[in-house]
Nanobody, 123 residues
Framework: VQLQASGGGLVQAGGSLRLSCAAS????????MGWFRQNPGKEREFVAA????????YYADSVKGRFTISRDSAKNTVYLQMNSLKPEDTAVYYC?????????????????WGKGTLVTVSS
């Protein structure tokens, strides 16, 4: 599967952005999906994940209550709605997909990575 993330940009603290990740392939609905982020010199960190059915979602504590992950299987797309953004949310955000389970994504064990999209939150 190939993943293409978009929607990053510059936003003021307190603002919102919605990231999208379009996936190729006819088996999108069987993949668990997720988002990670990374800053220079730091490890990539888990942000959010959603099961293949959309019935289960997981979030990092740092974004819980502010970010929402969702998926539209008809459009082969997963979204990350980011509200109440903070300067510490600044990072390159990566989309991820895995055939095994949503828990493997939460653990950072991912089959497929997309190219990142930069989110910059100004104070």
């Amino acid at each position: 599967v190939q993943l293409q993330a978009s929607g990053g940009g510059l936003v003021q603290a307190g603002g919102s952005l919605r990231l999208s990740c379009a996936a190729s392939g006819r088996t999108f609905s069987t993949y668990a999906m997720g988002w990670f982020r990374q800053n220079p010199g730091k490890e990539r960190e888990f942000v959010a994940a959603i099961s293949w059915s959309g019935g289960s979602t997981y979030y990092a504590d740092s974004v819980k209550g502010r970010f929402t992950i969702s998926r539209d299987s008809a459009k082969n797309t997963v979204y990350l709605q980011m509200n109440s953004l903070k300067p510490e949310d600044t990072a390159v955000y990566y989309c991820a997909a895995d055939l095994r389970s949503v828990r493997t994504i939460v653990a950072g064990d991912v089959n497929y990575w997309g190219k990142g999209t930069l989110v910059t939150v100004s104070s």
